[in-house]
């Protein structure tokens, strides 16, 4: 059941905007409207130059001027090799690419790509790390920006970082400044590692309700679930480049981790409480929709969306213990968490909270009525009309339909054993 105020539109009032950055409806345009449009300056980024000592950085980012929101970008940080590479570069005065960043208001910027190079100055400078791994000045090796030779330290202060400034002036809205910004993310990302959808929600659609599933991700119940480093562990892991030394950490749930999957799953639980919604639109863009209208929620809707969430983690966690998202019954044994158990687990106990205890309290029968069968998919027939061998657990499924049906089976095995514990009171 949804609470007040959990509503979910699909009429966008920014949809307007997009479509008209996009140019929609704007193909058939002739050449005089088109140079028209472009005197007008429409689509146009208003950019202006700076160059930066590197020494000014460190007072630059104590200003309060520039916003470094450790949220903004990829969760991957930069181990102290990586940063030894980069002042290394310095002192060979080899060119770094610019820092790019957006005009949030007059003299106040938001860093859009460049952060990490911003941070292991800031940390050089304070002495935070002693280089090492240097490939052309090996002789630098493990030590700190106050102990190099006179001549290296003036050298490296003398160097600049340049940037490149999207000011405020080039949106006339804030509909039109967030696109804006999508448009030039999207560019500055498109020639590296591709960005996984929820990294790029992250980077440009952050906000109040985005801040709530990054908290909530920290859950040591939800990370022990789905096989992920705990919060405590967080920080070492952060920094590791290569996972393949440390036999602890498997390197395929760490990518969960460090692309930000482990968010979205938060974000899926919420979304998938508006499932009747999702239409014919992909799940990546039905999660961004739905993201951009939870951003606007009020405060005291997001407190009780929290305490549902934690709420359901809690009980799945005391019903099925870490294993809980791996399937249940099939021919082949699993041992990694689905999406297509999470999604549909969490709906259904989400909606059961109130009979916690008793399901505590069957977990055993619940846990054997769903390891006795292997449930199909019922969608999907062949010529005859008879089930083809689906599991409802493959992941390969996972329209609205499929997530019903298996969120209706959950539902039917719990009404099950909460018809039981009805019955057993009732013959006492």
Same mark, same amino acid.
């Given at each position: 059941?949804?609470?007040?105020?959990?509503?979910?539109?699909?009429?966008?009032?920014?949809?307007?905007?997009?479509?008209?950055?996009?140019?929609?409806?704007?193909?058939?345009?002739?050449?005089?409207?088109?140079?028209?449009?472009?005197?007008?300056?429409?689509?146009?980024?208003?950019?202006?130059?700076?160059?930066?000592?590197?020494?000014?950085?460190?007072?630059?980012?104590?200003?309060?001027?520039?916003?470094?929101?450790?949220?903004?970008?990829?969760?991957?940080?930069?181990?102290?090799?990586?940063? $030894?590479?980069?002042? =290394? !570069?310095? &002192?060979?005065? %080899?060119?770094?690419?610019?820092?790019?960043? +957006?005009?949030?208001? /007059?003299?106040?910027?938001?860093?859009?790509?460049?952060?990490?190079?911003?941070?292991?100055?800031?940390?050089?400078?304070?002495?935070?790390?002693?280089?090492?791994?240097?490939?052309?000045?090996?002789?630098?090796?493990?030590?700190?920006?106050?102990?190099?030779?006179?001549?290296?330290?003036?050298?490296?202060?003398?160097?600049?970082?340049?940037?490149?400034?999207?000011?405020?002036?080039?949106?006339?809205?804030?509909?039109?400044?967030?696109?804006?910004?999508?448009?030039?993310?999207?560019?500055?990302?498109?020639?590296?590692?591709?960005?996984?959808?929820?990294?790029?929600?992250?980077?440009?659609?952050?906000?109040?309700?985005?801040?709530?599933?990054?908290?909530?991700?920290?859950?040591?119940?939800?990370?022990?679930?789905? $096989?992920?480093?705990? =919060? !405590?562990? &967080?920080?070492? %892991?952060?920094?590791?480049?290569?996972?393949? +030394?440390?036999?602890? /950490?498997?390197?395929?749930?760490?990518?969960?981790?460090?692309?930000?999957?482990?968010?979205?799953?938060?974000?899926?639980?919420?979304?998938?409480?508006?499932?009747?919604?999702?239409?014919?639109?992909?799940?990546?863009?039905?999660?961004?929709?739905?993201?951009?209208?939870?951003?606007?929620?009020?405060?005291?809707?997001?407190?009780?969306?929290?305490?549902?969430?934690?709420?359901?983690?809690?009980?799945?966690?005391?019903?099925?213990?870490?294993?809980?998202?791996?399937?249940?019954?099939?021919?082949?044994?699993?041992?990694?968490?689905?999406?297509?158990?999470?999604?549909?687990?969490?709906?259904?106990?989400?909606?059961?909270?109130?009979?916690?205890?008793?399901?505590?309290?069957?977990?055993?029968?619940?846990?054997?009525?769903?390891?006795?069968? =292997?449930?199909?998919?019922?969608?999907?027939?062949?010529?005859?009309?008879?089930?083809?061998?689906?599991?409802?657990?493959?992941?390969?499924?996972?329209?609205?339909?499929?997530?019903?049906?298996?969120?209706?089976?959950?539902?039917?095995?719990?009404?099950?054993?909460?018809?039981?514990?009805?019955?057993?009171?009732?013959?006492?």
């Amino acid at each position: 059941m949804l609470l007040p105020n959990e509503c979910f539109r699909e009429d966008r009032q920014d949809l307007q905007v997009e479509q008209d950055l996009n140019g929609t409806g704007s193909q058939s345009l002739t050449d005089e409207d088109i140079n028209n449009k472009y005197k007008r300056g429409e689509i146009r980024i208003v950019t202006e130059q700076a160059r930066y000592p590197l020494d000014t950085i460190p007072g630059m980012l104590a200003g309060g001027k520039y916003t470094l929101d450790p949220e903004y970008q990829r969760r991957k940080r930069w181990n102290n090799a990586r940063k $030894s590479r980069l002042i =290394e !570069s310095f &002192i060979m005065n %080899v060119p770094i690419p610019p820092i790019f960043l +957006y005009e949030v208001e /007059y003299s106040k910027y938001e860093v859009m790509d460049g952060q990490q190079r911003l941070n292991a100055i800031n940390d050089f400078y304070a002495n935070r790390f002693a280089l090492e791994g240097l490939q052309y000045w090996k002789e630098l090796n493990n030590r700190f920006y106050n102990d190099l030779p006179d001549q290296v330290r003036s050298g490296i202060d003398r160097r600049y970082l340049s940037s490149v400034v999207l000011l405020e002036e080039t949106a006339k809205t804030t509909q039109e400044a967030e696109h804006l910004k999508r448009i030039v993310f999207e560019r500055l990302n498109s020639g590296g590692e591709k960005l996984t959808a929820q990294e790029t929600r992250n980077a440009l659609l952050n906000g109040k309700f985005n801040q709530l599933c990054i908290k909530l991700a920290t859950n040591d119940k939800f990370r022990q679930m789905w $096989s992920l480093p705990l =919060e !405590s562990e &967080i920080q070492r %892991v952060s920094s590791i480049d290569d996972l393949s +030394y440390d036999p602890k /950490y498997d390197p395929k749930r760490l990518d969960i981790y460090k692309k930000m999957e482990d968010v979205e799953l938060v974000l899926r639980f919420f979304a998938y409480r508006h499932l009747d919604k999702q239409g014919q639109s992909s799940i990546d863009s039905f999660l961004d929709e739905f993201l951009k209208e939870a951003n606007n929620w009020p405060d005291e809707l997001l407190e009780k969306l929290r305490e549902i969430f934690e709420n359901t983690i809690d009980l799945i966690y005391e019903v099925f213990g870490a294993s809980a998202f791996i399937p249940f019954s099939g021919k082949i044994k699993q041992h990694t968490p689905r999406k297509s158990v999470y999604d549909p687990l969490m709906q259904v106990f989400s909606r059961y909270l109130i009979h916690g205890s008793i399901l505590i309290e069957k977990a055993q029968k619940i846990k054997d009525h769903l390891s006795s069968q =292997e449930p199909k998919l019922d969608l999907f027939k062949d010529s005859n009309g008879l089930n083809r061998d689906i599991s409802l657990f493959d992941g390969r499924y996972n329209n609205p339909s499929d997530v019903r049906a298996r969120i209706k089976y959950f539902e039917e095995v719990v009404n099950i054993v909460i018809s039981q514990q009805s019955n057993e009171i009732v013959n006492q």
